[in-house]
């Protein structure tokens, strides 16, 4: 037998036309994507696309209806011990033990994946400094903030020496600064560790930094490539505007109908380019009471592949147009 070149690019993790369902909910249909070795992949969608669906199956302990998953080329229903054992996994939902301390929890975790007792020490000390807990090591895991929470479980998926990280949604809930902090870990791992990461999320910004973001949406895959290829390849340049009055609004329909992209509440996207923002200016702009020009960006995508906002625009315009006047009010560009 010689040497199989195909080795080498065997991908981290395989999804081969996976479907799941759960009564009369397709959760996931046919679903289809690679993430390649040390790759930063990230799943984007919003509530009930199936990402957790998705991270369970991969996680092995939920079995797909039909089609093939494999993680480090072990299929994870047939060899699920072997895939589970190369990865690391934080789930969506916490499931630290409260009662254990910071170093309890960890050692807890070594001991079930059969981590040697003195390799258990290293990799904790290890991984503690890495996600900045090494003077919380001794407290109750119950007096951490739901940050400090999150990076202890992010520690923990790593005690076992995991090459594959999987994150469901490691940033929900928390403030941006801590956001921004494990996001900062997430590439860290990545960068120095090599590993492979695999994280869940609905927030558009936090995508921008990685390498392939892969839209789901109602259990399909719509499209999956680097951000800026997702960009120049769908992302459109919108023109946002509130209307001042039902009949500003009416008018503005009418008139631009085959440019309408979507409405949300009182605001109306125009599909636009510079020349269309002055002719909309000369013709509309002391009907407004809100202006905003978007360029093509990550949002625009999830928008002309959905038809839908990912994130809740009705309550931001809400917010915004809340402080103008009616009629003439100035503009936000
Ligand atoms: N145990 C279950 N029983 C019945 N339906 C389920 C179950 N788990 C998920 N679903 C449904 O399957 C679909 C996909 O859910 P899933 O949790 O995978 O989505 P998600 O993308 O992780 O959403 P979220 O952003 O809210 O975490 C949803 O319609 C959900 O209601
Ligand atoms: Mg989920």
Same mark, same amino acid.
């Given at each position: 037998?010689?040497?199989?070149?195909?080795?080498?690019?065997?991908?981290?993790?395989?999804?081969?036309?996976?479907?799941?369902?759960?009564?009369?909910?397709?959760?996931?249909?046919?679903?289809?994507?690679?993430?390649?070795?040390?790759?930063?992949?990230?799943?984007?969608?919003?509530?009930?696309?199936?990402?957790?669906? +998705?991270?369970?199956?991969?996680?092995?302990?939920?079995?797909?209806?039909?089609?093939?998953?494999?993680?480090?080329?072990?299929?994870?229903?047939?060899?699920?011990?072997?895939?589970?054992?190369?990865?690391?996994?934080?789930?969506?939902?916490?499931?630290?033990?409260?009662?254990?301390?910071?170093?309890? !929890?960890? !050692?807890?975790?070594?001991?079930?994946?059969?981590?040697?007792?003195?390799?258990?020490?290293?990799?904790?000390?290890?991984?503690?400094?890495?996600?900045?807990?090494?003077?919380?090591?001794?407290?109750?895991?119950?007096?951490?903030?739901?940050?400090?929470?999150?990076?202890?479980?992010?520690?923990?998926?790593?005690?076992?020496?995991?090459?594959?990280? +999987?994150?469901?949604?490691?940033?929900?809930?928390?403030?941006?600064?801590?956001?921004?902090?494990?996001?900062?870990?997430?590439?860290?791992?990545?960068?120095?560790?090599?590993?492979?990461?695999?994280?869940?999320?609905?927030?558009?910004?936090?995508?921008? !930094?990685?390498?392939?973001?892969?839209?789901?949406?109602?259990?399909?895959?719509?499209?999956?490539?680097?951000?800026?290829?997702?960009?120049?390849?769908?992302?459109?340049?919108?023109?946002?505007?509130?209307?001042?009055?039902?009949?500003?609004?009416?008018?503005?329909?009418?008139?631009?109908?085959?440019?309408?992209?979507?409405?949300?509440?009182?605001?109306?996207?125009?599909?636009?380019?510079?020349?269309?923002?002055?002719?909309?200016?000369?013709?509309?702009?002391?009907?407004?009471?809100?202006?905003?020009?978007?360029?093509?960006?990550?949002?625009?995508?999830?928008?002309?592949?959905?038809?839908?906002?990912?994130?809740?625009?009705?309550?931001?315009?809400?917010?915004?147009?809340?402080?103008?006047?009616?009629?003439?009010?100035?503009?936000?560009?």
């Amino acid at each position: 037998m010689t040497d199989s070149p195909t080795l080498s690019t065997t991908p981290a993790i395989r999804v081969d036309a996976v479907s799941k369902r759960y009564g009369r909910t397709l959760a996931l249909d046919e679903i289809s994507f690679d993430v390649r070795e040390r790759e930063l992949f990230a799943l984007l969608g919003p509530n009930g696309a199936g990402k957790t669906t +998705l991270m369970h199956i991969l996680s092995t302990i939920l079995a797909p209806d039909s089609g093939v998953a494999e993680v480090a080329g072990s299929d994870v229903v047939r060899a699920a011990l072997e895939a589970r054992s190369r990865l690391g996994i934080v789930f969506q939902e916490p499931s630290l033990d409260d009662r254990l301390t910071v170093r309890e !929890n960890l !050692n807890l975790h070594g001991l079930v994946f059969g981590v040697p007792r003195k390799l258990r020490k290293e990799r904790i000390d290890e991984m503690l400094a890495l996600v900045e807990l090494t003077d919380w090591a001794d407290k109750t895991a119950r007096t951490l903030s739901s940050g400090m929470k999150r990076r202890l479980e992010i520690a923990r998926a790593l005690i076992h020496d995991s090459e594959i990280l +999987l994150l469901d949604e490691p940033t929900v809930g928390l403030d941006a600064q801590t956001r921004n902090r494990i996001w900062g870990y997430i590439h860290r791992l990545q960068a120095e560790l090599g590993l492979t990461v695999v994280v869940t999320t609905h927030y558009i910004e936090e995508v921008e !930094n990685c390498d392939r973001v892969c839209i789901i949406d109602h259990g399909k895959v719509l499209a999956i490539d680097t951000p800026d290829t997702l960009r120049n390849a769908h992302g459109q340049q919108l023109l946002r505007v509130v209307p001042a009055t039902d009949q500003d609004r009416a008018d503005i329909l009418q008139r631009y109908a085959d440019r309408v992209v979507h409405r949300t509440g009182p605001e109306i996207a125009l599909n636009s380019d510079e020349a269309f923002v002055a002719t909309f200016l000369a013709e509309f702009g002391t009907r407004v009471v809100a202006l905003t020009k978007e360029v093509p960006s990550l949002e625009t995508v999830f928008l002309s592949l959905t038809g839908r906002e990912l994130r809740d625009r009705a309550a931001d315009v809400r917010e915004r147009t809340a402080a103008f006047g009616r009629r003439g009010g100035e503009h936000t560009r």
